[in-house]
């Protein structure tokens, strides 16, 4: 088999009968693939005589892929026509120690101009691509954009209060009483301008679409576990008097209060 390229693009190939009659089946066969098929096309035509440009014109491919399989017919035969180029390898996996190198770094230091680090921070600190940076992140469930913060008390005896509060509820005294409660102040004490119309038959209920302002209220509540019943109560102020107000209402209901309430 003899290649021969001139300088105004003509190639010549010289075909084996066994070679022709090979690459002849495959541009007849209808099941053949079709990049296949343009393949052993390219290789015929060239045999032929035919110039590059009559075969893209002919195939339908640029020159480029013209040439690149006059080459390697040349060099790997029909069974290289058939089989197609081999690809190169893709990029190389990243090293594990360079990914252990990243989360370290991640979790221990920050970046000098930024309050955390950023995959684009990142990839330019170590030398990689910000992809790939994302995926070691998420590969490790690393999120430097989430702050979690724990503020603890300052109270001198907050370790004692915190042991005395969690034991009753962890081993409680026999027949002792856990209250928790909550408050919730400055909720706008908001009413609609007109009452609303009520409910009939083919309307549904209105509401005027602007309210008027009543201050600020207070809300007490707490929950009692045992029953399932919600105690709950508004108050104007939001002061101690209040709040041991709603401590005797919870203490003067009917029902008992369970362990925790």
Excluded at 141 to 155: A, E, I, M, Q, Y
Aim: hydrophobic residues 40%.
């Amino acid at each position: 088999m003899i290649l021969s390229r001139h300088e105004n693009e003509a190639t010549e190939f010289t075909l084996s009968a066994k070679d022709r009659a090979e690459l002849e089946k495959i541009v007849g066969d209808g099941n053949a693939a079709q990049k296949v098929a343009k393949r052993a096309k390219i290789v015929l035509m060239t045999a032929a005589g035919a110039g590059v440009m009559a075969i893209m014109r002919t195939v339908s491919v640029s020159k480029t892929t013209v040439w690149r399989w006059q080459e390697y017919f040349v060099e790997a035969g029909v069974a290289g026509v058939i089989k197609g180029r081999s690809k190169p390898p893709g990029k190389k996996p990243i090293a594990e120690a360079l990914k252990r190198a990243i989360v370290e770094k991640t979790v221990k230091e920050r970046p000098a101009h930024a309050t955390h680090w950023s995959v684009r921070i990142m990839g330019d600190e170590v030398g990689i691509s910000h992809t790939s940076v994302q995926r070691i992140w998420k590969e490790y469930g690393l999120k430097p954009h989430v702050v979690r913060t724990f503020k603890v008390s300052n109270d001198p005896h907050f370790t004692e209060k915190m042991k005395d509060v969690v034991g009753l509820y962890l081993n409680p005294p026999e027949k002792a009483l856990v209250l928790s409660v909550d408050e919730k102040s400055q909720i706008q004490a908001l009413d609609r301008t007109q009452p609303g119309l009520p409910l009939k038959k083919g309307r549904a209920g209105t509401m005027t679409h602007d309210y008027k302002r009543h201050g600020t209220t207070t809300l007490f509540a707490a929950l009692n576990v045992a029953t399932g019943e919600v105690i709950g109560e508004c108050m104007p102020r939001h002061r101690a008097g209040e709040f041991l107000k709603f401590l005797k209402k919870m203490t003067e209901k009917p029902s008992p209060i369970s362990t925790s309430t």
